[in-house]
């Protein structure tokens, strides 16, 4: 993939702010998809999922978007708390589960001011 | 009752050395994984083993090997080390039965400092 530079994007958000983390993926024929949080110094948790069949997940306070027709995923989180100050990533999995190949984002950090 | 372990947590080492990374997971899942995170936190594929068997074997120089002995562990052993190879491993396992969901669950990683 492309190197981003030296910095991860990041996104600052106020306390009790909704916030809104975009992802582009790459393969067309991908038809799975998933939003991981990494805090620092863990490994990345599972957050939301979603499949090509659908263009809408709700979970608890958050919600990912898909629109395949210009493979663009998002993830909202909702009255944002310090506690998700994270490193947030999308993946997409191109073999339809077969493979369980994985390729992830780039990652977007985010930070939330109390 | 931690689902996915790997050990150690910290491993620094001079460049030439050879190390391994143990990973253990009580989840009862079928496929293990390796991660590779860098510097920029871009989280790369590694290596994934079914049921011992090994089925993705990502663009890895061979100084890397993976080892199985059963299909609840996944180790990493790496040849003589050099500094490029310094970065956090992942270890990583999923069900991967048909019909199931893909989502991998992860271990805290493993940060390795080659000096």
């Known amino acids: 993939g492309e190197s981003v530079g030296l910095h991860l994007p990041t996104l600052s958000v106020q306390e009790g702010d909704n916030s809104i983390i975009n992802c582009a993926y790459s393969?067309?024929?991908?038809?799975?998809f998933i939003w991981y949080k990494q805090e620092s110094g863990k490994g990345p948790q599972f957050i939301i999922d979603?499949?090509?069949?659908?263009d809408k997940r709700q979970g608890q306070r958050v919600t990912v978007l898909l629109n395949k027709t210009v493979k663009h995923l998002s993830l909202q989180i909702a009255a944002t708390q310090p506690g998700d100050s994270a490193v947030y990533f999308c993946?997409?999995?191109?073999?339809?589960?077969?493979?369980?190949?994985?390729?992830f984002g780039k990652g977007t950090k985010l930070s939330v001011k109390p | 009752d931690t689902a996915v372990s790997q050990t150690p947590k910290y491993l620094v080492t001079q460049m030439g050395n050879d190390k391994s990374i143990k990973c253990e997971q009580n989840?009862?899942?079928?496929?293990m994984y390796w991660y590779k995170q860098d510097s920029k936190k871009f989280l790369k594929i590694m290596f994934s083993?079914?049921?011992?068997?090994?089925?993705i074997n990502e663009t890895v120089p061979n100084r890397f090997s993976p080892k199985s002995p059963d299909k609840a562990h996944l180790n990493l052993h790496i040849n003589s080390l050099e500094l490029g190879d310094s970065a956090v491993y992942f270890c990583?396992?999923?069900?991967?039965?048909?019909?199931?969901?893909?989502?991998?669950?992860f271990g805290s990683g493993t940060q390795l400092s080659v000096l």
């Open positions: 990583a396992s999923s069900p991967r039965r048909a019909g199931t969901n893909e989502k991998l669950f």
């Open positions: 393969n067309s024929a991908s038809d799975y």
């Open positions: 979603i499949r090509s069949n659908m």
């Open positions: 993946a997409e999995n191109p073999n339809g589960g077969s493979q369980g190949n994985l390729i």
């Open positions: 989840l009862g899942h079928d496929t």
């Open positions: 083993y079914n049921n011992k068997e090994l089925i």
